[in-house]
């Protein structure tokens, strides 16, 4: 089942893969963007539940706050690929693929991971507790 799960989802990371021109911003991607940011689902960090994440991890497909934006950029763009959902360019496959996964199904699955002995963090939360979090979800 785990083998079925990853492959699932290393076949959205392949499918999201720039097609289009690099450099492609135009608004209705941003606003696709940003609708997507502002349902139930996405609308609060993947890891520590903070409103309003302006973060994304393109390869994970969640949406992430700042703070956590800088462990998953320490995890490795292999596994973490983050992008600022305000300031950088986004291309429309790279949308479907965030449309296709987001903060719920990739929790379901990640979050199988973790020990049990391990509580997930708050926003208010210490950095060290969200890092402790993270690399245990993902690695």
């Not at 393109?58 to 800088?70: A, E, M, N």
């Amino acid at each position: 089942m785990q083998q079925v799960c990853e492959s699932f989802i290393h076949s959205f990371i392949r499918d999201s893969q720039p097609q289009s021109p690099v450099g492609v911003n135009d608004s209705q991607v941003k606003a696709e963007l940003h609708n997507l940011i502002k349902s139930h689902n996405n609308n609060t960090c993947a890891e520590c539940g903070s409103k309003d994440p302006e973060w994304a991890s393109l390869t994970l497909g969640v949406f992430i706050c700042i703070d956590c934006s800088g462990t998953h950029r320490a995890l490795g763009a292999h596994i973490s690929s983050v992008r600022s959902t305000l300031y950088d360019l986004w291309t429309p496959e790279q949308l479907q693929a965030m449309k296709k996964i987001g903060n719920k199904k990739a929790n379901e699955y990640w979050e199988k991971n973790v020990p049990s002995t391990r509580t997930k963090p708050a926003p208010q939360s210490d950095i060290e507790e969200k890092k402790e979090w993270i690399f245990s979800k993902y690695i």
